[in-house]
């Protein structure tokens, strides 16, 4: 784990601010609503200065959150959906493993084989091992860019295979309209990154579990959620 959360010349305790973090990112919930929450506890704070601690300690809690080991036996699901800032249309192109953990996402104003092949050279990079298996719709950027950058991985593409890939978008969606969009590129992969790696976290891998399984899994989600905040359990 990387270097402790410093909360110095910080007015509010650590144990608020990761609090509102936590609300701001797991939930699909505006800043005043995370305001109005926490002023129902006797936090009076400004939606602004929560927007500040999103930007500041999202990105450091998220990097500092435990994820889940790669493995050569995974499929990759791939799939990208366009998202409107400013007036322009961007695609934000995620991959999901066969549970639906979210394994990478990246903004980009292209939606070709140029944009394809920047996304698997990211997802090598970062997982260390190609996959078992690929799993993408009919665009054809998809089998471009396979065929260049992992040519020995199997790359099945149909529309009904990549329902995993294409429900992954429904948290993003719910959020997007909560924030009534968003207001730069920059600003969004900065969220998504931070936004998926709670939802990683919290969120049961997709298989039959118990009330008590869930029960305890969100009980050590919150438990790592502390630990990376640095606040005591």
């Known amino acids: 784990m990387s270097k402790p959360i ?8 650590p144990e608020i601010i990761a609090h ?3 609300l701001y990112f797991r939930f699909p919930l505006s800043l005043r609503l995370v305001e109005e929450m926490l ?31 790669p493995s050569r036996r995974d499929i990759w699901h791939l799939d990208e959906v366009v998202v409107t800032i400013s007036g322009k249309k961007h ?3 995620r ?29 090598l990079k970062k997982q ?5 298996r690929m ?19 199997e790359h099945r593409s149909h529309k009904g295979l990549n329902n995993r890939a294409e429900n992954s978008h429904l948290p993003f969606r719910r959020r997007e309209r909560a924030m009534q969009g968003f207001r730069s590129p920059r600003y969004l992969q900065r969220f998504v ?27 050590n989600a919150m438990a790592g959620w502390k630990a990376a905040a640095n606040i005591a359990a």
């Open 193 to 219: 990154s931070v936004f998926s790696a709670v939802r990683n976290l919290f969120v049961p891998p997709r298989s039959r579990r118990s009330a008590a399984a869930t029960h305890l899994h969100r009980l």
């Open 91 to 93: 695609w934000l192109w």
């Open 39 to 69: 002023l129902e506890r006797g936090v009076v704070i400004s939606y602004e200065t929560i927007r500040r601690w999103a930007l500041k300690f999202g990105p450091a809690y998220a990097r500092r959150l435990r994820r889940k080991p």
């Open 95 to 123: 991959a999901v493993d066969q549970n639906g953990y979210v394994l990478d996402e990246i903004l980009q104003s292209r939606r070709d084989t140029k944009a394809a092949k920047r996304l698997l050279t990211r997802l």
């Open 20 to 22: 509102a973090v936590w």
């Open 6 to 13: 410093s909360y110095k010349r910080h007015r509010f305790p």
């Open 128 to 132: 260390g091992c190609p996959p078992r």
């Open 135 to 153: 799993i993408t719709d009919k665009l054809g950027s998809y089998a471009a860019a396979q065929r260049q950058i992992m040519p020995e991985v």
